[in-house]
């Protein structure tokens, strides 16, 4: 290792110890050296400020969820990394996007994050809905679909309830894309203690139609008429 590649390194470990995760780091003003593809450095210091530490969810879904990554194939945890999510807060770290990374340093995170948190048994020989939405779902049968599945935790009309927040919220609606809603409903929230798409209604799965249709309904509570559309 070159002594400037060290001393580059060292000033990036020492301000990661003393900043809040993912946080740009302030003494290192080029970022971590492109020559770095360490999973843990680079995880600490660009993904774990939203994503939580070690991957297990914070203001973002937790990246270390198995069922998450059982989904979502190596493609699509690329270009969210490189490219970012329009109109949500998921920047582009990709250096072709404008962000600090390398093209290896984004294939060392996807790397990293398939070999420590996936698992091979995660859908237990089950089947899970596709990632991507077959076909547009429909709004109006959404609303249905959400007071047969959500409403018992979002409340009616998705206002909040007694074991969950309102998830009808314009500001969240806003700041999180189509997909990203498609996601959690399949994947849940396992870190705030909210079910994946089997879990709400004991012994009746939602289906893949359904979860389209209640992601319709929460797209059109939408504040704005143009939904970001990007993946998660």
């Not at 920047?91 to 390398?102: D, I, K, R, W, Y």
């Not at 994947?187 to 319709?216: C, F, H, K, Q």
Request: proline share 10%; with cysteine.
């Amino acid at each position: 290792m070159s002594r400037r590649l060290l001393a580059a390194l060292t000033a990036v470990l020492g301000a990661v110890g003393c900043s809040p995760p993912g946080r740009p780091v302030a003494a290192a003003p080029e970022g971590i050296p492109e020559q770095v593809t360490d999973f843990a450095l680079l995880f600490q210091t660009h993904c774990s400020g939203c994503h939580g530490t070690e991957g297990r969810g914070g203001a973002a879904l937790a990246l270390a969820d198995p069922l998450y990554l059982a989904i979502a194939d190596d493609g699509v945890l690329t270009a969210a990394i490189r490219g970012g999510i329009a109109g949500s807060l998921m920047p582009a770290f990709g250096q072709s996007a404008g962000g600090l990374l390398t093209d290896e340093q984004v294939k060392a995170l996807v790397r990293g994050m398939r070999s420590q948190w996936a698992q091979p048994d995660a859908l237990r020989g089950g089947m899970a809905p596709p990632y991507a939405a077959p076909v547009p779902g429909d709004a109006g049968r959404g609303a249905q679909v959400f007071q047969t599945f959500c409403a018992g935790c979002h409340g009616p009309g998705g206002r909040g309830g007694p074991k969950a927040s309102a998830i009808t919220d314009g500001a969240y609606l806003s700041l999180i894309s189509n997909q990203g809603l498609r996601t959690t409903v399949i994947v849940g929230r396992p870190e705030l203690g909210a079910p994946d798409w089997r879990g709400n209604v004991p012994g009746r799965p939602m289906t893949s139609a359904e979860i389209g249709d209640v992601v319709a309904w929460l797209v059109a509570q939408r504040p704005h008429p143009s939904p970001p559309q990007g993946p998660r």
